[in-house]
């Protein structure tokens, strides 16, 4: 496991940093333009939501080897207003900001595995995994 | 950052060569509906083939500034999406369903001219 990189998200151009380094340690691990491309996307929206609701909170890479699979792990945290009904947020085209309520539905089908906790007052948690097939 | 929109003729072209942020995108949205008020340019390209990413904030900006040129009464092609950027938008359930679309600049021109009866 190699150490963690994160970047701080408060302005809006800490988004573009975000994906920007997230597209560069993807690239180095080894994952083709296609992958990249969902690896950027998926930091991008997670950075977003970060930036939009919860106004501080960071994002994190690790790559990560798990019985001799490599793949980048992408975590969200933040210690925003919490996410109410999760399983709405869940659900495509739902947005409270008039995005396109793409971001979180759209976000677990760009990487292998998703999974979000987040408490109402706390703060959100989230860790996307993409593999390296 | 501004993105550049030069006039062709009747037509607006532009060429996004830069990472895009969000302020950088409404920008481009407001510079884009000036400029087509102020040419009274009837067609526009953008042309993508620069763009890595296109997330779901980039996808509904882009999607707009398409139906809000069409109600001025010009009409907009987006060219050169990259396939990376096209996998990931439907991955992402983002389809631009009512956006036109070409391969490239050359084939967005095409499309305008027949679009527009030229």
Sequence with gaps: MEPQSCVKIKQEWDIVKARQLGRDIAREVGFGTVDQARIATTISELARNIYLYAEDGEICFEVSEESGHKGILISSVDTGPGIENLSQVMEDGYSTSGGLGAGLPGVKRL??????????????????VKWLR | MRIPILKLHDYLLISIQTEIDDNTAIQFQED???????????????????????????????????????????????????????????????????????LDLEQGLLKLHRELGE
């Design chain 2, 32 to 102: 884009l509906l000036d400029k087509i008020h102020t040419t009274g340019s009837t067609g526009v390209v953008i042309d993508l083939t620069s763009v890595e990413i296109i997330d779901s904030f980039i996808a509904k900006v882009l999607g707009d500034v398409v139906s809000m040129s069409d109600l001025m009464g010009a009409k907009v092609v987006l060219t050169g999406i990259q396939p990376a950027v096209a996998v990931t938008l439907i991955d992402l359930g983002v389809h631009l369903k009512n956006v036109p679309t070409a």
């Design chain 1, 111 to 128: 990487v292998d595995k998703f999974d979000i906790e987040s408490e109402t007052g706390k703060g959100t948690q989230i860790q996307a």
